[in-house]
């Protein structure tokens, strides 16, 4: 098997060898953390449905949302900031383009919430939509906990024909924005609630069906063996090569030499 030292050889071992590893090593336990974090986040959904609403100071007592406490449902009483709207761009709405409406909330005690009161499609040509306004006077909303996005891009906030856009749902640019400071972290609105517009599904964020990345981490983990199978076939089909070529060139000296010819005569009587 000394044809394996040879750079070709060499090169294409270390190349199946190195993606054999990434797969086990990396892709594969990629895609199982990314199951796991879908099934706690799922199991943090349905606990958060069972269990109702409570006032927003007895879980949000401080200046910022926990992560322990995401998706649980809250009710909160106050007034609607007039003039502190801001839309969240490159939201979806039925498959279409939208636009989310995060408006500031002043607390009885003080504290400015920032809402996200759900989507609105786009206008015609992805133009800004129209919406209802936010009540006005001291109201009692209801609505779900969720900590602050971030923008992948750290894309600044932008204003366009007067109206104030940022690109996560995120307390902290609508903060950059309005010039107020809000609790950290942002509750949407449920249905049928105050002020709601089309309230924010209730699913997990990574999207996709159940299992699914654990489907694709088994396939990772197929791949990698499927990669050292074909190793071992390539290895088997070079050495049977070799082997004929041996026994031709084997064969091709005997015919010269003459060895065959008194095998193959019938003898005199």
Not at 74 to 99: I, K, M, Q, Y
Not at 160 to 179: I, L, N
Not at 185 to 202: D, H, K
Request: with cysteine.
């Amino acid at each position: 098997m000394r044809f394996l030292l040879r750079p070709g050889w060499i090169a294409f071992v270390v190349a199946v060898l190195a993606f054999v590893v990434v797969c086990y090593t990396l892709l594969a336990p990629w895609q199982f953390g990314r199951e796991t974090e879908r099934d706690a986040t799922q199991q943090a959904i349905d606990a958060a449905n069972e269990t109702p609403p409570v006032p927003f100071a007895q879980l949000v007592p401080g200046d910022a949302v926990e992560p322990g406490d995401i998706w649980r449902q809250v009710s909160l009483t106050g007034e609607f900031v007039p003039g502190s709207e801001a839309l969240v761009r490159l939201r979806t709405l039925d498959a279409a383009p939208a636009f989310d409406v995060l408006t500031a909330m002043r607390l009885a005690d003080g504290r400015v919430v920032t809402v996200d009161r759900g989507s609105v499609p786009a206008g015609p040509n992805l133009t800004l939509p129209s919406y209802p306004p936010a009540p006005t006077g001291t109201v009692t909303v209801e609505g779900r906990l969720r900590t602050n996005e971030t923008d992948p891009n750290a894309r600044p906030p932008v204003t366009e024909g007067g109206v104030r856009q940022v690109y996560a749902m995120d307390s902290r640019s609508f903060a950059t924005v309005t010039g107020l400071t809000p609790v950290t972290g942002v509750v949407t609105l449920s249905e049928n609630t105050p002020g709601v517009l089309r309230a924010i599904p209730i699913e997990v964020p990574s999207g996709g069906a159940p299992f699914t990345n654990f489907s694709y981490a088994l396939q990772w983990l197929t791949f990698g063996a499927v990669a050292l199978v074909a190793l071992g076939i390539f290895i088997r089909l070079e050495l049977l090569q070799r082997r004929g070529r041996r026994d031709t060139k084997g064969g091709l000296r005997d015919a010269l030499s003459g060895r065959d010819q008194h095998e193959d005569r019938t003898p005199t009587p």
